[in-house]
């Protein structure tokens, strides 16, 4: 849900360029017949099954994701939670229900006894805890080793270290595009 943590796992910057940006579409969602709950003394939540009819997460739906991006994101989510296919609904700008689709989301894995009662807030998370995951690499020191061992193309690839020097502030994606070889 925040953007910030989101980039960060799947370009390895809070801070993305604009073309990074514009790749991913973030879109305000319902997932029907689930809750989310904060995991014992940590700042994250899990999303559980619901019994009750009228329970849902409000949360985000991502297009654009990569190949590499939903590995990133397996690896930052951790054994904890399973990524699983799932319906939920779209949210117009009013938060209207809207379109009904599948996506795939992270559902808590391991022992519910390792959750909290009562819902996990991401007002209070935003408020009161974002300034450990902004800026705070060891949060994501898992996937940036992983992405270091990974990148066969030797700085050459769309996050090495040689593709991201292409990300030019104030050049379009076309530009660089033609000047590429």
């Not at 973030?26 to 329970?55: K, Q």
């Not at 930052?76 to 599948?102: A, N, T």
């Not at 270091?148 to 030797?154: I, L, Q, V």
Request: glycine residues 8%; charged residues 35%; proline residues 4%.
């Amino acid at each position: 849900m925040a953007p910030q943590v989101l980039y960060r796992v799947v370009y390895g910057t809070t801070n993305p360029t604009a073309s990074q940006k514009s790749r991913l579409i973030i879109e305000p969602a319902i997932l029907p017949h689930y809750t989310r709950r904060r995991v014992r003394d940590c700042d994250y939540p899990a999303i559980i099954p619901s019994s009750e009819p009228e329970s849902c997460v409000r949360g985000t739906y991502v297009r654009g994701l990569t190949r590499d991006g939903q590995w990133r994101l397996d690896l930052f989510e951790g054994s904890q939670y399973e990524r699983m296919r799932l319906r939920l609904k779209l949210l117009d700008e009013k938060g209207i229900e809207g379109e009904e689709m599948e996506a795939e989301t992270y559902v808590w894995a391991e022992n519910i006894e390792d959750l909290e009662d009562g819902e996990w807030d991401f007002e209070e998370f935003t408020r009161e805890k974002m300034g450990r995951w902004v800026g705070n690499d060891e949060e994501y020191e898992e996937v940036d080793e992983a992405v270091k061992k990974k990148d066969p193309t030797g700085g050459r690839g769309v996050n090495g270290h040689i593709g991201v020097k292409l990300e030019v502030e104030g050049e379009n994606e076309e530009e660089v595009l033609k000047s590429a070889v």
